[in-house]
């Protein structure tokens, strides 16, 4: 197998040398760290990794003529060569199971082995969604009982399961949300949205038709409430608000915030990413929330990163369950568990469907062993353990990085910072590009976006204090490199599989097809 391509190059071999620490190698390689080209780069067309019978004359003749008159231009690959590439592709990346994942806001947690275990049993991996309901009892009653925790731990009314990942969760929420004012003939036209709000938030409301209206942080990183009541009014559908919020903090006036929404007729709309924070301490539907989505692949452990696969349940209040997505799981008197799907009795005023069927099977049998193992008092520790943590990195580093917030309490979710203090000309990249040369992911950068050149860490209950003391000291030394000025940090990172790219022109001119 040809590692290293003509026309293809390792990225920064000059910057191998800059420190002297060794010269550029013939074939890119470094140590045991192999250079791989892309899949169509490697191998030969010739080669295939599997062996197909020969079609026969009748299989062709049923194609009407249109039967291809060139190969396809697949990869070649052996299955020795297709193992190697996927393999060495891997060991270029970071992951958990390697080390401490910073990324804020994302919740980044070790993902249990018993669970794992537990979803590939074959009575849950190979089922089949259109199976006769009495072959997948076992499934619909993981779909139950895993619906009975989370309504139980936010004390909400009801759960819908089918929303594919949070923003997917957003949807869903915000689609109640219509359907209800709808219902009751007051179509409106705005959803208001903190300025500190996700992304997604914004683009959810826009996406189900709402005008999108910011509502500004005040000094101590919580919604402006004076401001938010001032804009309350008949147009407003609702507002999406995240608690705790993305600078990491408590909305302790959220009982206050649900009154002086409802009593302006509109509907609250929590995202619940950060719940992780709170589980077992404090039940969102206690605080007068409508609808939430709970991020599985985060609070409950599941896998995720990469694009998923994610799972983003709903819960909602009891003046929204009727217009939840179909279909759902009920338990008939006899115990057996049923669906309920378009035009059955109990689909109620439901505002149609989120999903081809019920939702994500793995990430539901995954969270449910999560939760289990844990139990409620041990899920009280994970939030318990997170926050401490969190403020562990806050207070070990707030004498070197400007944490805007910090002054106003112990962060409730992640810790916050500022790129204030730094050399002029160095920014929050330098520092997260340096931290991949230290062996750590980069924590969230530039988000939220109310706090200028944000650097936001979450990381997690999982890790010991040996582990949050070696990412402490690694990102410290870095900070007081970008402090002084230290020009060497601009070049990182040096030892990564590739330099700094153009991320920009990435993300804005993608090339999806491969050609010569
Ligand atoms: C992760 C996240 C989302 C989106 O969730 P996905 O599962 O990635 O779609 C929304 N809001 C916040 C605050 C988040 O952290």
Known sequence: MNANPSGWRPSTPEAVTLDGEGAPTSTGNRAL???????????????????????????????????????????GLSEPE???????????NYAIDLGLFPLGSCTMKHNPRLNEKVARMAGFADLHPLQ????????????????????????????AMSPKAGAHGELCGVLCIRAALEARGD??????VPSSAHGTNPATAAFAGYKVEAIPAGDDGRIDFAALKARLGPDVAGLMI???????????????????????????????????????????????????????????????????PGSGPVVLSEALAPYAPLPYVTKAADGSFELVEEGDEGAGESFGRMAAFHGQMGMFTRALAYIL??????????????????????????????APFAHAGPCMHEALFSDEGFAKGFSTLDVAKALIDEGFHPMTVYFPLVVHGAMLIEPTECESKAALDEFIGALRGIVERARAGDEALHLAPLYAPRARLDETAAARKPKLVWSD
Request: hydrophobic share 40%; with cysteine.
């Open 33 to 75: 760290m192999l250079e791989e080209g892309l899949i169509f780069e490697i191998g030969s067309l010739n080669n295939c990794g599997v062996d197909l019978p020969t079609p026969s004359a009748e299989t062709s003749t049923r194609l009407g003529g249109m039967s291809r008159s060139t190969p396809p231009a697949l990869p």
């Open 82 to 92: 297709m193992v190697r590439h996927y393999t060495r592709l891997s060991r270029q």
């Open 132 to 159: 006769p309901m009495n072959s997948i009892q076992g499934a619909l009653g993981v779909i139950d009982e895993l619906a009975h925790w989370l309504v139980t731990l936010t004390g909400m009314h009801s759960v």
């Open 187 to 192: 179509p409106r036209e705005v959803m208001l």
């Open 242 to 308: 995240t608690n705790p919020n993305t600078c990491g903090l408590f909305e302790r006036d959220m009982i206050a915030i649900c009154e002086a929404v409802h009593a302006a007729g509109g509907y609250v709309y929590c995202d619940g990413a950060n719940f992780n924070a709170i589980v077992g301490r404090v039940r969102p539907g206690d605080l007068g929330i409508d609808a939430m989505h709970i991020n599985l692949h985060k609070t409950f452990s599941t896998p995720h990163g990469g694009g998923g």
């Open 373 to 402: 193992s844990h139990g409620a008092d041990g899920l009280a520790q994970v939030s318990g353990d997170a926050v401490l943590n969190a403020n562990y990195v806050l207070r070990a580093l707030e004498d070197v990085m400007e």
